[in-house]
């Protein structure tokens, strides 16, 4: 199982970033797949799950309504639209994977991570 | 959103030591937690879910206990590689929580 995240970077409050996360070495139509995140030197903090057929999602309070999760199992791939991005969102943001098909669900894989940085 | 109280948040200890590190839930969620460790600069790697569960591969030093509110991740016997941080979270309801995690170092 790999997953790799691409499209962290410096981006100014209130604009927006899309993350993307390849999977590889797994089904993976078969997995819920998760988004958490972790600011510099603190804790892990859960952001968003969807299952494994897409059609559920999940979000935390911090980021609902500002943040969209979403998969294409043709081109394998999740992703997290994040817009109005607030200097709170700077984070590690790890692409992983759901151990059953649920949105909500413990990962038992993550990727390496992708640093996002809000600032102007 | 449930939380998770996660205790204590720092601990020194010895090699071969047992390390007991505990979270307690706002409410009950049944057997719904998992730990996971996390070493500098590194992802974090599952140890145990449905609170009792060893993933595949943890060395069975590693084990989990609880149900309800109150949770405990023991070591049985401290390595020199165990020497990370570590989260419990709750996968009960959404929005999943975690603990504040416990930083386990060297005494």
Known sequence: VQLVESGGGVVQPGRSLRLSCVPSGFFFSSYGMSWVRQAPGKGLEWVSGISGSGGSSYYAASVKGRFTISRDDSQITLNLQMNSLRGEDTAVYYCARNRGHSGYDSVDYWGQGTLVIVSS | ?107
């Open chain 2, 1 to 107: 959103a449930i939380q998770m109280t996660q205790s204590p948040s720092s601990l020194s200890a010895s090699v071969g030591d047992r390390v007991t590190i505990t979270c307690r839930a706002s409410q009950g969620i049944s057997n719904r937690v998992a730990w996971y460790q996390q070493k500098p600069g590194k992802a974090p790697n599952l140890l145990i879910f449905e609170a009792s569960t060893l993933q595949s591969g943890v060395p069975s030093r590693f084990s989990g206990s609880g149900s309800g509110t109150d949770f405990t991740l023991t070591i049985s016997s401290l390595q020199p590689e165990d020497f990370a941080t570590y989260f419990c979270l709750q996968d009960n309801n959404y929005p999943l929580t975690f603990g504040q995690g416990t930083k386990v170092d060297i005494k």
